[in-house]
């Protein structure tokens, strides 16, 4: 989806709001007090009510724009902002682009986001030969700001993450149970063996390292969720923006 195809579906609040509950549809709602599926929808409330207790869900209940106060227009361009590019906008950029004064709704809004990218990709497995390795990522520490600390592989300012990717063979998942296969890290691996994997970290510090500055340790994971979500859907297109309208709604 380019930015007139998206202005022309999502000009308004009214056009984002009904999508929303358009999709919020098809995936169901569930009601937080007994746990029924089947609701009445009262327009002029824009809630759920349960057909069972009557106990109402407003349209923003249980997503990740649950007591959000920005309208659902912001939230779509964000969205649309950050799927449309695979290397992503600094928070910075994107309270930019929105027309924000303050940066704290749009730095909370944006890493709800990516946490709901990262609980989406979590109810997947990987299948088939899978890579292995680690890799260390560059964090801001207040060692390293005041001038301090140690380099390489021990330092501060480093973080050890775990990195598994699907390798291109592929084999009975019944011959890899409680089976590995261990591999000394060199040159030849990297290229061969670990290839995937090594590619995945490369494209992940490159990314990263080019779009934000001094990523906190704690919130690490949270870039990495982002880069992840749109890893394994590289190939979806203009689809990448429905599907994480769908992770907001599924992804609290």
């Known amino acids: 989806m380019n930015i007139f195809s998206f202005r022309a579906h999502f000009g308004t609040e009214d056009d984002c709001r009904l999508h929303f509950k358009e999709q919020r549809d098809k995936e169901g709602v569930t009601c937080k007090k007994c746990g029924g ?5 009262l327009q002029k ?5 349960c057909k069972s207790c009557h106990f109402r869900t407003s349209l923003r209940s249980g997503t ?7 309208p659902f227009l912001v939230w779509y361009k964000t969205m649309f902002l950050m799927s449309c590019t695979k290397k992503g906008f600094s928070t910075n950029e994107l309270q930019k682009q929105l027309g924000m ?7 909370a809004m944006v890493h709800k986001l990516r946490k709901a990218m990262g609980n989406r990709d979590a109810k997947y497995t990987l299948e088939g030969m899978v890579e292995l390795d680690e890799g260390y990522f560059s964090v801001a520490s207040k060692e390293i700001e005041r001038g301090k600390g140690t380099r390489g592989r021990g330092a501060e300012g480093k973080q050890n993450v ?12 019944s011959h890899l149970v409680e089976l590995h296969v261990t591999e000394k890290s060199d040159a030849k691996t990297t290229k061969e063996t670990l ?3 090594h590619i995945a970290i490369s494209n992940a510090k490159r990314t990263l390292l080019g779009n934000y500055h001094k990523i906190k340790r704690k919130y690490l994971q949270l870039y990495l969720n982002e880069f992840i979500y749109k890893l394994n859907r ?3 297109g203009d689809k990448l923006f429905d599907r994480l309208v769908i992770a907001n709604i599924t992804g609290a």
């Open 37 to 41: 599926s089947s609701h009445y929808w």
């Open 45 to 49: 409330k824009w809630s759920y009510e």
């Open 64 to 70: 990740i724009m649950e007591s959000s106060k920005l």
């Open 101 to 107: 004064k303050r940066y704290e709704p749009v730095w």
């Open 162 to 173: 775990a990195v598994m990717a699907e390798s291109t063979s592929y084999v009975d998942i």
């Open 195 to 197: 290839k995937w994997v």
């Open 234 to 236: 590289r190939y979806f």
